[in-house]
Protein backbone atom coordinates (compact mmCIF):
# COMPACT_ATOMS: atom_id res chain seq x y z
CA UNK A 1 0.00 0.00 0.00
CA UNK A 2 1.36 3.61 -1.10
CA UNK A 3 1.77 5.76 1.65
CA UNK A 4 -0.81 8.49 1.69
CA UNK A 5 -0.22 12.14 1.06
CA UNK A 6 -1.28 14.67 3.43
CA UNK A 7 -3.03 17.57 2.29
CA UNK A 8 -1.34 20.60 3.64
CA UNK A 9 -3.42 23.94 3.41
CA UNK A 10 -1.99 27.10 3.00
CA UNK A 11 -2.39 29.17 6.18
CA UNK A 12 -4.35 32.29 5.40
CA UNK A 13 -2.59 35.70 6.17
CA UNK A 14 -4.49 37.25 8.76
CA UNK A 15 -5.68 40.43 8.44
CA UNK A 16 -6.03 43.36 11.32
CA UNK A 17 -7.30 47.08 11.53
CA UNK A 18 -4.88 49.50 10.39
CA UNK A 19 -3.89 51.16 13.61
CA UNK A 20 -2.99 49.62 17.14
CA UNK A 21 -0.41 49.48 19.39
CA UNK A 22 3.02 48.54 20.49
CA UNK A 23 3.92 47.71 24.03
CA UNK A 24 7.64 48.26 24.93
CA UNK A 25 8.53 46.41 28.12
CA UNK A 26 12.30 47.10 28.43
CA UNK A 27 13.87 45.31 31.54
CA UNK A 28 17.01 45.32 32.62
CA UNK A 29 17.49 41.86 31.21
CA UNK A 30 15.39 41.83 27.87
CA UNK A 31 13.02 43.66 25.81
CA UNK A 32 9.58 42.34 24.88
CA UNK A 33 7.45 44.78 22.31
CA UNK A 34 4.08 43.31 21.81
CA UNK A 35 2.03 44.51 19.19
CA UNK A 36 -1.51 44.68 19.61
CA UNK A 37 -5.15 45.48 18.19
CA UNK A 38 -6.81 48.49 19.69
CA UNK A 39 -8.35 46.48 21.82
CA UNK A 40 -5.77 44.67 22.96
CA UNK A 41 -5.36 41.75 21.12
CA UNK A 42 -2.13 40.05 20.29
CA UNK A 43 -1.49 40.86 16.27
CA UNK A 44 2.19 39.85 17.04
CA UNK A 45 5.28 39.62 19.61
CA UNK A 46 9.10 39.78 19.64
CA UNK A 47 11.84 39.81 22.11
CA UNK A 48 15.47 39.73 22.58
CA UNK A 49 15.60 36.10 23.34
CA UNK A 50 12.91 35.32 20.09
CA UNK A 51 15.53 36.83 18.18
CA UNK A 52 18.46 34.19 19.12
CA UNK A 53 19.95 36.28 22.06
CA UNK A 54 20.95 34.50 25.37
CA UNK A 55 21.97 35.86 28.60
CA UNK A 56 22.95 39.68 29.08
CA UNK A 57 23.09 40.34 25.13
CA UNK A 58 18.79 39.93 25.38
CA UNK A 59 19.17 43.64 27.59
CA UNK A 60 20.84 45.83 24.99
CA UNK A 61 19.76 48.16 22.93
CA UNK A 62 20.46 46.25 19.82
CA UNK A 63 18.51 43.31 20.83
CA UNK A 64 15.69 45.57 20.97
CA UNK A 65 16.02 46.98 17.97
CA UNK A 66 16.34 44.12 15.93
CA UNK A 67 13.07 42.40 17.86
CA UNK A 68 11.36 46.14 17.50
CA UNK A 69 11.73 45.29 13.57
CA UNK A 70 10.70 41.75 13.63
CA UNK A 71 7.65 42.84 15.37
CA UNK A 72 7.20 45.89 13.20
CA UNK A 73 7.72 43.67 9.77
CA UNK A 74 5.14 41.02 10.57
CA UNK A 75 2.67 43.76 12.25
CA UNK A 76 2.76 45.07 8.73
CA UNK A 77 2.55 42.03 6.12
CA UNK A 78 -1.53 41.54 8.42
CA UNK A 79 -1.85 45.02 7.70
CA UNK A 80 -1.45 47.45 10.15
CA UNK A 81 0.11 51.06 9.55
CA UNK A 82 0.06 53.37 12.82
CA UNK A 83 0.64 52.31 16.07
CA UNK A 84 0.34 53.86 19.21
CA UNK A 85 3.68 52.95 21.88
CA UNK A 86 3.15 52.45 25.28
CA UNK A 87 7.16 52.17 27.11
CA UNK A 88 7.44 49.90 30.22
CA UNK A 89 10.47 49.76 32.60
CA UNK A 90 14.00 51.57 32.55
CA UNK A 91 15.71 49.05 30.53
CA UNK A 92 18.60 50.19 27.60
CA UNK A 93 16.47 49.21 24.53
CA UNK A 94 13.38 51.79 25.28
CA UNK A 95 14.77 54.43 22.83
CA UNK A 96 16.30 52.03 19.89
CA UNK A 97 12.91 49.79 19.56
CA UNK A 98 10.51 52.74 19.11
CA UNK A 99 13.13 54.31 16.49
CA UNK A 100 13.51 50.75 15.03
CA UNK A 101 9.58 50.11 14.84
CA UNK A 102 9.54 54.13 12.98
CA UNK A 103 12.14 53.12 10.75
CA UNK A 104 10.46 49.49 9.64
CA UNK A 105 7.40 51.67 8.37
CA UNK A 106 4.88 52.25 11.09
CA UNK A 107 3.66 55.93 11.56
CA UNK A 108 3.83 56.60 15.27
CA UNK A 109 0.66 58.20 16.69
CA UNK A 110 1.83 58.67 19.84
CA UNK A 111 4.22 58.01 22.64
CA UNK A 112 3.16 57.34 26.61
CA UNK A 113 5.55 56.32 29.35
CA UNK A 114 3.73 53.74 31.45
CA UNK A 115 6.43 52.56 33.42
CA UNK A 116 4.46 51.69 37.01
CA UNK A 117 5.93 53.73 39.76
CA UNK A 118 4.82 52.67 43.42
CA UNK A 119 3.71 55.20 46.20
CA UNK A 120 6.01 53.73 48.61
CA UNK A 121 5.55 50.02 47.96
CA UNK A 122 7.69 46.98 48.07
CA UNK A 123 11.43 47.96 49.51
CA UNK A 124 13.95 47.76 46.51
CA UNK A 125 16.69 45.55 45.87
CA UNK A 126 20.34 46.34 48.14
CA UNK A 127 22.94 48.16 46.31
CA UNK A 128 25.24 46.54 43.75
CA UNK A 129 28.86 46.69 45.48
CA UNK A 130 31.05 45.65 42.43
Avoid: Y
Avoid at 31 to 37: A, K, N
Amino acid sequence: MAPQRRRTRRRERKTVEPTGIAHVKATFNNTIVTITDSQGNVVTWSSGGKIGFKGARKGTPFAAQLAAENAAKEAMAMGMRKVEVRIKGPGAGRETAVRALQAAGLAITAIKDVTPIPHDGCRPPKRRRV
